[in-house]
């Protein structure tokens, strides 16, 4: 084949590759012939979502530092493209108290812009990562790492809340730890002897009780909105000064696309890939626990991160935060009887609807009954059992829970997700590496006299290789085999080798020199076809290839060896 029709052929399959990967990625005549099924049932079950959904799409919002009417936005129009393009049938989207704990300090350090900026590159982020299948992969993220995160960002959220909480302006500050603080300092210095001073920790409290209580009580009741309402209800009628959501705009807004900024784009693309790191894992979680409530339901990770990507690309547009799958509204339109996607359609239309009819009422609602609302969502984020028993299994799990728990508080997320994956790594590298093993094997002699095994014994011996030989495992593997003595054949058994690198290869290179150069004769047995062509690659091993001290099994490298034994000298 020529090298013109070679690269036509390339680009001719490259093109395939995308054409079916694109039909793969984009809705299915299944899933619209799906939504019009059981049509009463998801309709009920999506306006049972946005109950539940409205004033957490207010908190995150304001939790979020753009505002409540920008967690109105993010849940209608994450929630309808996510649920149109996504990969799972009953998933939820909309603003989530994990996202706001990565926004609320590039709001105070950036700017908003940069928040708006942060979200469209996220989406392309995942868009990218639905093409390259990624979505698979998210499996193999540590537990301990997924608990570490969840409860570091409960409690930031809690920290982020004080202010709301205690009824103090927020100050501002980058650092959560510094926040809370400086509220609990205003608060402490204020009139503590005023009634109204003590109204909004009071709200707020009481919201996260009656959401808490009633969640055991009656499960199925929305307490977050009851709560909510008699919140505002009671505000309002005793006329408090505690800061209120303010005017919500009276349809959808829109946002320009003049905040795009290159120098911007290179400063925040840290943010943007902890924002789809974030999207990825708890979208790709929500759906799995989705699955696992619905009869059947089986989620397409790829679709689910393309769906998200698309989500986070538009939100920006209309003045939205960047979105993810929310478990606890999943949880609610499973639980709900949704079986399609019309249910969180609808769910957001319902929003919608709120937005453009009922934005008046909305605007009294207190920011410390949010607050309140946060606060209860945090204390089911932190679930005591799991995280104990995670501390308690394995000294590695315990060390990445802690430690990336302590760097989401103490310093921001964004630098969480690169600490704790770069110790899951490194611990689990050092876990493997502790299974690859050399180990000393007897041979079998067969039929041979007492002398002649007595021979073998002195003069061969054998070792086999268990595990993945890699640069985690390979300095271990030369001080154990450079330690053989007395003998004039090795034999290294291989079939029991999981995966050989390129620094493995050149270990085992040395290896085979060191004992070469003490006259020792090194045959290889057991070799894969994908271990061949690493070290063919490499041109390790290639003088044995050539001397024909290379064995498919280990009887016939035995057999060879007791040749060269025999030989005389």
Do not use: C
């Amino acid at each position: 084949m020529t090298s013109a029709a070679s690269s036509t052929s390339s680009a001719f399959s490259a093109l395939e590759y995308a054409a079916a990967t694109t039909r793969h990625l984009l809705p299915q005549r299944t899933d619209i012939r799906d939504m019009l099924r059981h049509r009463r049932r998801n309709i009920v079950a999506g306006l049972t979502v946005s109950i539940v959904a409205l004033p957490l799409a207010l908190a995150f919002g304001v939790a979020s530092g753009l505002g409540a009417q920008a967690g109105l936005v993010t849940a209608i129009i994450a929630g309808t493209i996510a649920a149109f393009f996504g990969g799972s049938n009953v998933q939820v989207s909309g603003p989530t108290g994990a996202m706001t704990a990565v926004l609320l300090p590039i709001v105070h350090r950036y700017g908003t812009r940069a928040v708006l900026l942060v979200g469209v590159m996220a989406g392309v982020i995942l868009v990218a990562m639905a093409a390259a299948r990624l979505g698979r992969y998210v499996k193999f993220l540590p537990v301990s790492l997924i608990e570490g995160f969840t409860l570091g960002i409960a409690v930031v959220i809690a920290l982020q809340q004080m202010p709301n909480t205690l009824g103090v302006a927020d100050a501002g500050e980058e650092r959560v730890w510094r926040t809370g603080w400086e509220a609990v300092q205003d608060f402490a210095a204020s009139n503590l002897a005023s009634v109204t001073t003590w109204a909004a920790p009071a709200i707020a409290v009481g919201v996260a009780a009656a959401m808490l209580l009633g969640a055991k009580w009656r499960p199925r009741v929305p307490f977050s909105l009851i709560a909510v309402t008699a919140a505002t209800v009671v505000t309002y009628a005793a006329h408090l000064a505690i800061p209120t959501i303010g005017n919500l705009p009276t349809g959808l807004p829109t946002a320009s696309a003049a905040f795009f900024d290159v120098s911007l784009m290179q400063t925040v693309l840290p943010a943007a890939l902890a924002v789809a790191a974030l999207a990825a894992l708890e979208s790709l979680l929500s759906a799995t626990v989705a699955d696992g409530m619905s009869v059947g339901e089986r989620h397409d990770p790829d679709r689910e991160l393309f769906g998200q990507g698309l989500a986070n690309i538009a939100v920006p547009f209309f003045g939205g935060v960047p979105a993810t799958a929310a478990i606890a509204r999943t949880a609610v339109n499973a639980r709900a009887g949704a079986t399609s996607r019309l249910a969180a359609i609808v769910h957001a239309v319902a929003l919608l609807a709120v937005m453009l009819v009922a934005a008046p009422l909305v605007a009294h609602i207190p920011l410390a009954a949010l607050a309140g609302v946060l606060l209860a969502t945090t204390l089911r984020m932190a679930e005591r059992a799991s995280v104990l028993a995670l501390m308690r299994s394995t000294r590695a799990d315990g060390w990445i829970l802690a430690l990336t728990f302590a760097v989401t508080v103490a310093l921001d997320l964004v630098t969480a997700v690169g600490v704790g994956l770069g110790v899951a790594v490194v611990l689990a590298l050092r876990t493997v590496a502790k299974t690859a093993r050399v180990e000393k094997v007897p041979l079998e002699v067969g039929d041979y006299s007492e002398e002649e095994h007595a021979l073998l014994r002195e003069h061969i011996v054998a070792y086999r290789l268990d595990g993945p030989l890699f640069f985690a495992a390979a300095h271990q593997f030369l001080i154990e085999l450079t330690n053989i003595v007395d003998v004039r054949v090795v034999i290294l058994r291989m079939s029991r080798v999981s995966t050989v690198d390129a620094t493995g290869a050149k270990v085992l290179e040395d290896a085979i020199g060191r004992l070469e150069a003490r006259g020792i004769v090194v045959l290889l047995s057991g070799l894969d076809e994908s271990h061949r062509n690493v070290l063919r690659a490499l041109g390790v091993g290639a003088h044995l290839r050539t001397l024909g001290r290379v064995f498919a099994d280990t009887p016939a490298a035995i057999a060879h060896a007791r040749e060269l034994v025999a030989a005389p000298h």
